[in-house]
Protein backbone atom coordinates (compact mmCIF):
# COMPACT_ATOMS: atom_id res chain seq x y z
CA UNK A 1 0.00 0.00 0.00
CA UNK A 2 2.31 2.35 0.87
CA UNK A 3 6.00 2.68 -1.02
CA UNK A 4 8.95 4.59 0.12
CA UNK A 5 10.71 6.63 -3.01
CA UNK A 6 13.59 8.66 -0.67
CA UNK A 7 14.41 9.49 2.65
CA UNK A 8 16.52 12.79 3.41
CA UNK A 9 19.96 12.78 4.16
CA UNK A 10 19.85 15.00 6.83
CA UNK A 11 16.78 14.61 8.38
CA UNK A 12 14.38 11.70 8.39
CA UNK A 13 11.71 13.37 6.39
CA UNK A 14 10.34 10.91 3.65
CA UNK A 15 9.02 10.96 0.09
CA UNK A 16 6.18 8.46 -0.84
CA UNK A 17 3.50 7.02 -2.02
CA UNK A 18 0.21 5.25 -0.67
CA UNK A 19 -2.41 3.74 -2.79
CA UNK A 20 -5.62 3.18 -2.52
CA UNK A 21 -8.73 2.00 -3.62
CA UNK A 22 -9.34 5.65 -5.37
CA UNK A 23 -6.35 6.83 -6.57
CA UNK A 24 -2.35 7.22 -5.29
CA UNK A 25 -1.66 9.94 -2.34
CA UNK A 26 1.57 11.60 -2.37
CA UNK A 27 3.17 11.81 0.81
CA UNK A 28 4.23 14.08 2.62
CA UNK A 29 0.35 14.72 2.64
CA UNK A 30 -2.20 16.84 4.93
CA UNK A 31 -5.34 16.04 4.59
CA UNK A 32 -8.26 17.96 5.12
CA UNK A 33 -10.73 17.35 7.73
CA UNK A 34 -14.65 16.74 6.49
CA UNK A 35 -16.21 15.60 9.86
CA UNK A 36 -19.73 15.08 9.05
CA UNK A 37 -18.84 14.34 5.55
CA UNK A 38 -18.04 17.89 4.25
CA UNK A 39 -15.20 20.59 4.69
CA UNK A 40 -16.72 23.18 6.88
CA UNK A 41 -18.01 25.99 3.77
CA UNK A 42 -15.96 24.14 0.98
CA UNK A 43 -17.18 22.31 -1.93
CA UNK A 44 -15.96 19.39 -3.30
CA UNK A 45 -14.99 20.84 -6.48
CA UNK A 46 -13.03 23.51 -4.97
CA UNK A 47 -11.14 20.70 -2.62
CA UNK A 48 -9.87 19.14 -5.91
CA UNK A 49 -9.64 21.76 -8.59
CA UNK A 50 -8.03 25.05 -6.36
CA UNK A 51 -7.34 23.22 -2.70
CA UNK A 52 -5.85 20.17 -4.61
CA UNK A 53 -6.80 18.28 -1.32
CA UNK A 54 -5.41 14.30 -2.24
CA UNK A 55 -7.66 12.03 0.71
CA UNK A 56 -9.96 13.96 3.37
CA UNK A 57 -10.92 12.93 6.81
CA UNK A 58 -14.93 11.64 8.03
CA UNK A 59 -15.29 10.94 11.51
CA UNK A 60 -16.83 7.77 12.66
CA UNK A 61 -18.56 9.22 15.86
CA UNK A 62 -20.09 11.95 14.19
CA UNK A 63 -20.95 10.19 10.48
CA UNK A 64 -22.92 7.32 12.95
CA UNK A 65 -24.89 9.37 15.07
CA UNK A 66 -25.46 11.57 12.18
CA UNK A 67 -27.30 11.34 9.16
CA UNK A 68 -26.55 7.07 10.66
CA UNK A 69 -25.46 4.24 8.84
CA UNK A 70 -28.86 3.34 7.37
CA UNK A 71 -28.96 6.71 5.28
CA UNK A 72 -25.26 6.19 3.93
CA UNK A 73 -25.48 2.39 3.40
CA UNK A 74 -28.25 3.43 1.51
CA UNK A 75 -26.63 5.77 -0.19
CA UNK A 76 -23.97 3.38 -1.54
CA UNK A 77 -20.84 4.64 0.97
CA UNK A 78 -19.99 8.11 2.45
CA UNK A 79 -18.21 8.22 -1.53
CA UNK A 80 -21.09 8.15 -3.26
CA UNK A 81 -22.85 10.02 -0.29
CA UNK A 82 -20.92 13.32 -0.66
CA UNK A 83 -20.00 12.63 -4.22
CA UNK A 84 -16.53 12.28 -3.63
CA UNK A 85 -14.04 10.66 -5.92
CA UNK A 86 -10.86 10.50 -3.92
CA UNK A 87 -9.73 8.82 -0.67
CA UNK A 88 -11.41 9.00 2.74
CA UNK A 89 -9.78 8.10 5.66
CA UNK A 90 -12.43 7.71 8.91
CA UNK A 91 -11.15 8.11 12.29
CA UNK A 92 -12.58 5.36 15.08
CA UNK A 93 -14.71 7.91 17.28
CA UNK A 94 -11.81 7.16 19.71
CA UNK A 95 -10.58 10.79 20.06
CA UNK A 96 -14.42 11.99 20.02
CA UNK A 97 -15.19 9.53 23.21
CA UNK A 98 -11.66 11.18 24.65
CA UNK A 99 -13.54 14.73 24.44
CA UNK A 100 -16.78 13.57 26.10
CA UNK A 101 -15.05 12.14 28.80
CA UNK A 102 -17.60 13.57 31.26
CA UNK A 103 -20.71 11.13 29.40
CA UNK A 104 -18.62 8.02 28.64
CA UNK A 105 -17.28 4.92 30.53
CA UNK A 106 -14.69 2.31 29.38
CA UNK A 107 -13.94 -1.49 30.04
CA UNK A 108 -13.16 -4.25 28.67
CA UNK A 109 -16.13 -4.57 25.93
CA UNK A 110 -15.59 -0.87 24.77
CA UNK A 111 -16.27 2.60 25.15
CA UNK A 112 -19.84 3.67 26.51
CA UNK A 113 -21.11 7.14 25.85
CA UNK A 114 -24.39 9.50 25.88
CA UNK A 115 -24.58 11.05 21.91
CA UNK A 116 -23.64 15.16 22.46
CA UNK A 117 -26.80 15.15 20.38
CA UNK A 118 -29.94 14.04 22.41
CA UNK A 119 -28.17 12.15 25.01
CA UNK A 120 -28.86 8.95 23.92
CA UNK A 121 -26.92 5.96 24.86
CA UNK A 122 -24.34 3.94 22.73
CA UNK A 123 -20.98 1.80 22.87
CA UNK A 124 -18.43 1.40 20.28
CA UNK A 125 -16.64 -1.75 20.56
CA UNK A 126 -13.74 -2.66 18.51
CA UNK A 127 -15.66 -4.77 16.24
CA UNK A 128 -18.63 -3.06 15.82
CA UNK A 129 -16.48 0.04 15.09
CA UNK A 130 -14.96 -2.01 12.07
CA UNK A 131 -18.44 -2.79 11.16
CA UNK A 132 -19.50 0.97 10.74
CA UNK A 133 -16.50 1.79 8.65
CA UNK A 134 -17.38 -0.75 6.55
CA UNK A 135 -20.66 0.84 5.94
CA UNK A 136 -18.75 4.25 5.34
CA UNK A 137 -16.55 2.61 2.81
CA UNK A 138 -13.76 4.86 3.50
CA UNK A 139 -10.50 3.71 2.16
CA UNK A 140 -8.43 3.81 5.28
CA UNK A 141 -10.34 3.16 8.44
CA UNK A 142 -8.72 3.56 11.82
CA UNK A 143 -8.94 1.32 14.59
CA UNK A 144 -10.85 2.08 18.50
CA UNK A 145 -7.70 3.22 20.81
CA UNK A 146 -8.79 5.20 23.84
CA UNK A 147 -6.52 8.68 24.02
CA UNK A 148 -5.49 9.58 27.27
CA UNK A 149 -5.53 12.80 28.39
CA UNK A 150 -2.39 15.29 29.41
CA UNK A 151 -1.52 14.60 31.99
CA UNK A 152 -1.53 11.12 32.93
CA UNK A 153 -0.07 9.12 35.81
CA UNK A 154 2.34 6.40 34.57
CA UNK A 155 -0.37 3.63 36.05
CA UNK A 156 -3.25 5.38 34.15
CA UNK A 157 -1.32 5.58 30.98
CA UNK A 158 0.02 2.02 30.65
CA UNK A 159 -3.46 0.74 31.78
CA UNK A 160 -4.88 2.74 28.62
CA UNK A 161 -2.03 1.54 26.49
CA UNK A 162 -2.68 -2.37 27.35
CA UNK A 163 -6.57 -1.66 26.74
CA UNK A 164 -5.81 -0.05 23.10
CA UNK A 165 -3.78 -3.37 22.62
CA UNK A 166 -6.19 -5.91 23.37
CA UNK A 167 -9.22 -3.58 21.77
CA UNK A 168 -6.90 -3.40 18.66
CA UNK A 169 -5.84 -7.31 18.32
CA UNK A 170 -10.23 -7.40 18.59
CA UNK A 171 -10.59 -4.69 15.80
CA UNK A 172 -7.90 -6.44 13.39
CA UNK A 173 -9.62 -9.63 13.74
CA UNK A 174 -12.52 -7.93 12.93
CA UNK A 175 -11.03 -6.85 10.03
CA UNK A 176 -9.59 -9.89 8.58
CA UNK A 177 -12.65 -11.67 8.90
CA UNK A 178 -15.24 -9.43 7.65
CA UNK A 179 -15.51 -8.26 3.59
CA UNK A 180 -15.80 -4.87 2.49
CA UNK A 181 -18.81 -3.92 0.97
CA UNK A 182 -18.82 -1.37 -2.52
CA UNK A 183 -16.43 -3.69 -4.24
CA UNK A 184 -13.20 -1.59 -3.26
CA UNK A 185 -10.95 -2.80 -0.97
CA UNK A 186 -10.25 -1.22 2.81
CA UNK A 187 -7.34 -0.77 4.59
CA UNK A 188 -6.71 -0.24 8.32
CA UNK A 189 -4.52 1.45 10.35
CA UNK A 190 -3.31 0.59 14.16
CA UNK A 191 -2.42 4.06 16.67
CA UNK A 192 0.31 4.34 18.89
CA UNK A 193 -0.52 5.55 22.57
CA UNK A 194 1.41 5.27 25.70
CA UNK A 195 0.97 8.92 26.98
CA UNK A 196 4.12 10.89 27.52
CA UNK A 197 6.22 8.08 28.94
CA UNK A 198 8.85 6.64 26.76
CA UNK A 199 8.82 3.46 27.42
CA UNK A 200 5.56 3.01 26.86
CA UNK A 201 5.56 4.69 23.66
CA UNK A 202 8.41 2.36 22.68
CA UNK A 203 6.36 -0.68 23.39
CA UNK A 204 2.84 0.98 21.66
CA UNK A 205 5.22 1.50 18.44
CA UNK A 206 6.38 -2.19 18.47
CA UNK A 207 2.99 -3.78 19.33
CA UNK A 208 1.23 -2.22 16.70
CA UNK A 209 4.23 -2.58 14.46
CA UNK A 210 4.13 -6.77 14.97
CA UNK A 211 0.08 -6.71 13.99
CA UNK A 212 1.12 -6.00 10.78
CA UNK A 213 -1.51 -2.97 9.97
CA UNK A 214 -1.75 -1.81 6.21
CA UNK A 215 -0.26 1.80 7.95
CA UNK A 216 0.09 3.12 11.74
CA UNK A 217 -0.96 6.60 13.49
CA UNK A 218 0.78 8.22 15.92
CA UNK A 219 -2.07 8.80 18.43
CA UNK A 220 -2.17 10.79 21.53
CA UNK A 221 -0.38 13.44 20.85
CA UNK A 222 -1.48 17.31 20.87
CA UNK A 223 -3.52 16.69 23.56
CA UNK A 224 -2.70 19.90 25.83
CA UNK A 225 1.03 18.64 26.15
CA UNK A 226 4.34 20.99 25.54
CA UNK A 227 4.99 21.14 22.05
CA UNK A 228 8.76 20.14 22.86
CA UNK A 229 7.16 16.61 24.18
CA UNK A 230 5.41 16.12 20.89
CA UNK A 231 8.35 16.62 18.92
CA UNK A 232 10.09 14.36 21.28
CA UNK A 233 7.88 11.36 21.19
CA UNK A 234 6.78 12.04 17.34
CA UNK A 235 10.57 11.25 17.13
CA UNK A 236 10.95 8.57 19.41
CA UNK A 237 8.11 6.80 17.76
CA UNK A 238 9.04 7.18 14.23
CA UNK A 239 12.37 5.23 15.07
CA UNK A 240 10.60 1.94 16.18
CA UNK A 241 7.66 1.87 12.97
CA UNK A 242 8.12 -0.23 10.33
CA UNK A 243 10.15 1.89 7.37
CA UNK A 244 7.70 0.33 4.70
CA UNK A 245 4.20 1.44 6.41
CA UNK A 246 2.56 5.17 6.52
CA UNK A 247 2.86 6.75 9.26
CA UNK A 248 -0.07 9.26 10.49
CA UNK A 249 0.69 11.59 13.16
CA UNK A 250 -2.82 12.65 14.15
CA UNK A 251 -4.82 15.68 15.07
CA UNK A 252 -1.41 17.79 13.97
CA UNK A 253 -1.77 20.74 13.72
CA UNK A 254 -0.17 24.46 12.96
CA UNK A 255 1.68 24.83 9.35
CA UNK A 256 4.95 24.48 11.70
CA UNK A 257 4.20 21.40 13.43
CA UNK A 258 3.74 19.90 9.51
CA UNK A 259 7.33 20.73 8.84
CA UNK A 260 8.60 19.54 12.56
CA UNK A 261 6.35 16.18 12.16
CA UNK A 262 7.45 16.02 8.17
CA UNK A 263 11.39 16.30 9.76
CA UNK A 264 10.86 13.33 12.49
CA UNK A 265 9.37 11.27 9.40
CA UNK A 266 5.52 11.44 9.56
CA UNK A 267 3.82 11.05 6.28
CA UNK A 268 0.51 12.44 7.28
CA UNK A 269 -0.91 14.82 9.27
CA UNK A 270 -4.81 15.98 9.68
CA UNK A 271 -6.02 18.94 11.55
CA UNK A 272 -9.36 20.98 11.63
CA UNK A 273 -7.07 23.62 11.99
CA UNK A 274 -6.99 25.92 8.71
CA UNK A 275 -10.97 25.68 8.53
CA UNK A 276 -12.03 26.44 12.28
CA UNK A 277 -9.41 28.96 12.92
CA UNK A 278 -9.90 30.48 9.25
CA UNK A 279 -13.95 30.97 10.37
CA UNK A 280 -12.56 32.74 13.39
CA UNK A 281 -9.92 34.98 11.36
CA UNK A 282 -6.78 33.75 11.34
CA UNK A 283 -5.06 33.63 7.70
CA UNK A 284 -2.18 31.36 7.18
CA UNK A 285 0.33 32.75 4.91
CA UNK A 286 3.91 32.13 3.71
CA UNK A 287 5.47 34.57 6.19
CA UNK A 288 3.58 33.93 9.08
CA UNK A 289 -0.06 34.52 10.24
CA UNK A 290 -2.57 36.92 10.08
CA UNK A 291 -5.17 37.74 12.36
CA UNK A 292 -7.77 39.68 9.34
CA UNK A 293 -10.07 40.99 12.57
CA UNK A 294 -7.29 43.49 13.67
CA UNK A 295 -7.98 46.53 13.36
CA UNK A 296 -5.25 47.70 11.47
CA UNK A 297 -6.64 46.05 8.23
CA UNK A 298 -9.74 48.37 8.38
CA UNK A 299 -7.96 50.51 6.23
CA UNK A 300 -5.48 48.08 4.25
CA UNK A 301 -6.42 48.00 0.19
CA UNK A 302 -3.85 45.75 -0.87
CA UNK A 303 -3.94 42.10 -1.71
CA UNK A 304 -2.18 39.80 1.56
CA UNK A 305 -0.13 38.18 -1.43
CA UNK A 306 -1.12 38.43 -4.60
CA UNK A 307 1.25 35.79 -5.79
CA UNK A 308 -0.32 33.00 -4.00
CA UNK A 309 -2.70 30.81 -6.15
CA UNK A 310 -6.18 31.43 -4.20
CA UNK A 311 -9.06 34.16 -4.49
CA UNK A 312 -8.28 35.23 -0.87
CA UNK A 313 -5.11 36.36 -2.15
CA UNK A 314 -5.39 37.62 -5.47
CA UNK A 315 -8.96 38.60 -5.79
CA UNK A 316 -9.93 40.62 -2.38
CA UNK A 317 -8.37 43.56 -0.25
CA UNK A 318 -7.29 42.67 3.37
CA UNK A 319 -9.81 45.71 4.36
CA UNK A 320 -12.83 43.90 2.36
CA UNK A 321 -11.76 40.42 4.06
CA UNK A 322 -11.80 42.44 7.78
CA UNK A 323 -14.93 43.70 7.02
CA UNK A 324 -16.37 39.98 5.98
CA UNK A 325 -14.90 38.57 9.09
CA UNK A 326 -15.53 41.12 11.27
CA UNK A 327 -19.20 41.00 10.46
CA UNK A 328 -19.46 37.45 10.36
CA UNK A 329 -20.46 36.63 6.86
CA UNK A 330 -20.01 33.63 5.60
CA UNK A 331 -18.47 34.16 2.22
CA UNK A 332 -15.35 35.80 4.35
CA UNK A 333 -15.26 32.44 6.03
CA UNK A 334 -15.51 30.58 2.80
CA UNK A 335 -12.86 32.44 1.51
CA UNK A 336 -10.39 32.38 4.33
CA UNK A 337 -11.32 28.61 4.84
CA UNK A 338 -10.40 27.64 1.09
CA UNK A 339 -7.06 29.90 1.36
CA UNK A 340 -6.17 27.95 4.45
CA UNK A 341 -6.20 24.54 2.89
CA UNK A 342 -4.59 25.84 -0.29
CA UNK A 343 -1.65 27.11 2.18
CA UNK A 344 -1.39 23.88 3.93
CA UNK A 345 -1.69 21.66 0.53
CA UNK A 346 0.71 23.98 -1.35
CA UNK A 347 3.06 23.36 1.66
CA UNK A 348 2.98 19.91 1.36
CA UNK A 349 4.12 20.03 -2.41
CA UNK A 350 6.62 22.42 -1.09
CA UNK A 351 8.35 19.65 1.04
CA UNK A 352 7.84 16.92 -1.15
CA UNK A 353 9.56 18.37 -3.81
CA UNK A 354 12.53 19.84 -1.21
CA UNK A 355 12.61 15.90 -0.05
CA UNK A 356 12.91 15.15 -3.83
CA UNK A 357 15.76 17.53 -4.44
CA UNK A 358 17.19 16.59 -1.05
CA UNK A 359 17.57 20.17 0.36
CA UNK A 360 14.47 19.49 2.71
CA UNK A 361 17.08 19.56 5.57
CA UNK A 362 18.39 22.98 5.10
CA UNK A 363 15.22 24.69 4.13
CA UNK A 364 12.31 23.88 6.94
CA UNK A 365 14.39 25.38 10.16
CA UNK A 366 14.45 29.07 8.13
CA UNK A 367 10.47 28.15 7.19
CA UNK A 368 9.30 26.94 10.24
CA UNK A 369 10.61 30.63 11.71
CA UNK A 370 8.76 32.55 8.94
CA UNK A 371 5.54 30.21 9.75
CA UNK A 372 6.05 31.56 13.25
CA UNK A 373 5.86 34.81 12.73
CA UNK A 374 2.69 36.87 13.55
CA UNK A 375 2.11 39.64 10.99
Not at 175 to 186: A, S
Not at 306 to 332: Q, V, W
Request: aromatic share 10%.
Amino acid sequence: MYTLKKTASTTKARLGELQTAHGTIQTPIFMPVGTLGTVKGVSQDTLVDQIKAQIILGNTYHLYLRPGCDIIKEAGGLHKFMNWDLPILTDSGGYQIFSLSDNRELDEEGAHFQSHIDGSRHTFTPENVVETQRILGSDIMMLLDECPPYPSSYEYAKNSMELTHRWAKRGRKAFLETEPLYGHEQAQFGIVQGGTYKDLRIESSKFMADQDFEGIAIGGLSVGEPIDLMYEFTDLNTDYLPKEKARYLMGVGTPANLLEGVARGVDMFDCVMPTRNARNGTIFTRNGRVNIRNAQWKEHHDYLDPDFPSELCNKYTMAYIHHLIRNNEIFGMVLASVHNLTFYLWLMEEVRQRIADDTFGEWYPGMVERLENRI
